[in-house]
């Protein structure tokens, strides 16, 4: 089996392996070259934004800033944030988890791709990428394995000494983990810490007073599809005054047991000072005025739960650069401590939640710039009001839907950012706008599916089958979720749920989770056609989170339909796909069921699979994608 490429359009992300059910997988040369001549243009959404995952600006010249978009790349603003123009978008990847600016030298950019928000959704980097000339060129300069990147320092006063503090493989265990260190521009690497195969480092921060300084938060992890486990023996707090070449692990004061992921902070102005965020089972910030040597609790446990809630998606502390008793956090919201952290207030009221970077200008530290789930807000009070970026297409899209109309309308789902539906054509001379885009609904936009014979009548869904008809008609959806009985279980929904309508009859449309679902009348009722599709393992269905920090949004459902495809030419014959690795199909309507996934040769046990697309012209014939 070969595995064949992954192309990745601003966010839109497609990896996947071709089948028919009785051949191997087929050539990724040979898929490649469908794609050579097609040229994409973007039509949007940029109402909205994408999930920001880290700011630099220039200091000596602050209207130049760089945002890096977790699913979309680098972008960068030459006059304040006015226009943006994407600068990291034609590389291997467009997964990016870190900037740095050299400020010695601010045509040298480094680029930590891979992002290290820990999500289900996010998609691996392969390594740093450096610029000499502001972006206009990039060069790949290796660490490929490292997978995921959450922080690089530069040198202050050499650019050729680079850190790099790499997460490693989510999913499993590697030795690409730990922190790289380059004094030679990035042409070769010396690995300085290293703990094991299960543990990464979510932060790291150099003294601004000793470029031999540094402080390093070390976190283990793991990521399964039904499961995620934040915090280890592995996580800690360590420290080097020789530029990496002995570390010195900090506990002298900091709290005992396992801890999870940390965020740290050295302060500019008082460089004695740092801070350190710690997830742990009473998890709080610890502030210490010589330099790690001792340490004082500052917040208690439920003041760190409320700025930091879920400290593995989170995690990042920051310090005012002119006065080092004011510390912001953010996580759901962004907060403000004028107290070194007893107390806190919300600054980010009118902006998209889920906050994920924070720029402080050191000239002025009322001007913050903040990224989010929603893109990039900038305010020069302190966040008593902010300006919104609405013009910049960030979004990790997740599905795509279509109607018949010419010209015909496109509908996306967007993680955190709900569906949107707007034309795939503009008569305007300024092309499509944002004027032209309208949302049908909220949450984390999944499928948006249009009855090809109504354009008005679209059913799309949000996180674990939050699912509605929308009426353009009306500008208004109607909840139609399949609801199990008071008598029995609950139904199982994935994150990402189908919603599929039937090539041979419009007015059929089915959903997926545990079982296969199918309604003719709009989802007013729904009928159960399957037994329980997937392998139903009770060891797959557990609560996620810990060993400290339960974590149970849904994202870790599993055991669940992810896929479905209807035969459009012969009616009744429907493959179904499923997270634990079953591919099902029934010939009769959903009377008899039979599971396929063991025709197809070399493929490991469980493996999800994403997406199955019946064959267009021969009813005993489908292809089938796994990740």
């Known amino acids: 089996m070969k595995k064949a490429s992954s192309f990745v359009i601003l966010g839109i992300i497609l990896s996947f392996i071709c089948f028919s059910l009785n051949t191997y997988g087929q050539s990724a040369d040979k898929i490649g070259k469908l794609y050579e001549k097609i040229k994409w243009r973007n039509i949007g959404p940029a109402v909205m934004g994408g999930r920001t995952v880290d700011i630099d600006v220039v200091e000596k010249e602050p209207w130049i800033i760089y945002a890096a978009i977790g699913p979309s790349g680098v972008w960068k603003s030459v006059n304040n944030g006015i226009t943006w123009a994407p600068v990291f978008h034609k590389e291997n990847t467009v997964s990016v988890g870190d900037i740095a600016i050299a400020q010695s030298h601010p045509d040298i950019i480094w680029v930590g791709t891979g992002e290290a928000t820990c999500r289900n959704s996010v998609t691996i980097g392969d390594g740093v990428y450096k610029s000499i000339d502001g972006g206009k060129k990039w060069k790949n300069m290796g660490l490929k394995n ?160 409320r700025v930091n809630f879920r400290p593995f998606y989170y995690s990042q502390i920051r310090i005012d650069p002119s006065d080092d008793k004011v510390i912001y956090v953010f996580s759901g ?42 893109g990039i807000d900038i305010t020069y009070d302190g966040g008593k009001n902010w300006h919104p970026i609405q013009h910049m297409a960030l979004a990790e899209v997740y599905q795509i839907g279509f109607d018949m109309r010419k010209p015909y309308y496109v509908y996306c789902g967007l993680q955190d950012n709900g569906s949107w539906g707007g034309p795939s054509a503009s008569i305007d001379t300024a092309g499509i706008t944002n004027a032209d885009w309208y949302t049908i609904g909220g949450g984390d936009g999944f499928y948006a599916q249009v009855d090809p014979t109504d354009p008005n ?85 557990k609560d996620s989170g810990g060993p400290i920090t339960m974590d149970n949004t849904g994202a870790e459902i599993h055991c669940t339909i992810i896929t479905i495809s209807e035969s459009p030419v012969e009616k009744g014959v429907i493959w179904c796909g499923t997270d634990d690795g079953n591919v099902q199909i029934t010939r009769d309507g959903g009377k008899t069921w039979k599971n396929a996934v063991k025709k197809i040769k070399n493929l490991p046990p469980n493996t999800w699979c994403s997406r199955i697309e019946a064959s267009h012209f021969e009813a005993g014939t489908t292809y089938a994608a796994f990740d």
Request: hydrophobic share 30%; glycine share 12%; aromatic share 10%.
């Open 333 to 374: 919201g962004s907060f403000v401590s004028k107290d070194m952290g007893k107390k806190f207030k919300l600054i980010s009221g009118g902006t998209h939640p889920d906050h994920h970077a924070l720029w402080i200008d050191p000239s002025n530290p009322l001007h913050l710039i903040d990224g989010n789930d929603g």
């Open 457 to 541: 009548i679209i059913y799309r869904n949000y996180q674990m089958n939050g699912l509605s008809r929308f009426d353009m008609r009306i500008k208004r959806g109607k909840t139609v979720r399949p609801q199990a009985s008071i008598k029995e279980p609950p139904y199982r929904f994935n994150w990402n749920s189908p919603i599929y309508i039937s090539p041979n009859d419009p007015k059929t449309v089915y959903t997926g989770g545990n079982y296969l679902f199918k309604t003719t009348n709009g989802g007013h009722s729904w009928e159960i056609i399957s037994p329980d599709l997937s392998t139903n393992d009770p060891k797959k269905q």
């Open 146 to 305: 490292t997978r995921h990147i959450s922080r690089i320092i530069i040198n202050p006063g050499d650019p050729n000494i680079v850190y790099v503090a790499a997460m490693g493989h989510l999913w499993g265990p590697n030795k690409w983990r730990g922190i790289y260190k380059t004094m030679d521009g990035g042409k070769t690497w010396r690995k300085v810490l290293y703990i094991n195969e299960d543990t990464g480092v979510a932060d790291l921060a150099i003294d601004p007073s000793d470029s031999l300084t540094l402080y390093a938060a070390t976190y283990e992890h793991r990521r399964l599809p039904y499961y995620f486990s934040s915090g280890g023996p592995g996580s800690g707090l360590y420290k080097t005054t020789d530029g990496g070449g002995t570390w010195t692990k900090l506990t002298e004061d900091l709290p005992e047991g396992v801890m999870g992921r940390i965020g740290i902070a050295v302060s500019r102005s008082n460089p004695n000072v740092v801070y350190a965020l710690i997830e742990h089972e009473d998890g709080g910030i610890w502030r210490s005025e010589d330099k790690g040597k001792s340490w004082k609790r500052i917040c208690d446990n439920e003041t760190f739960k």
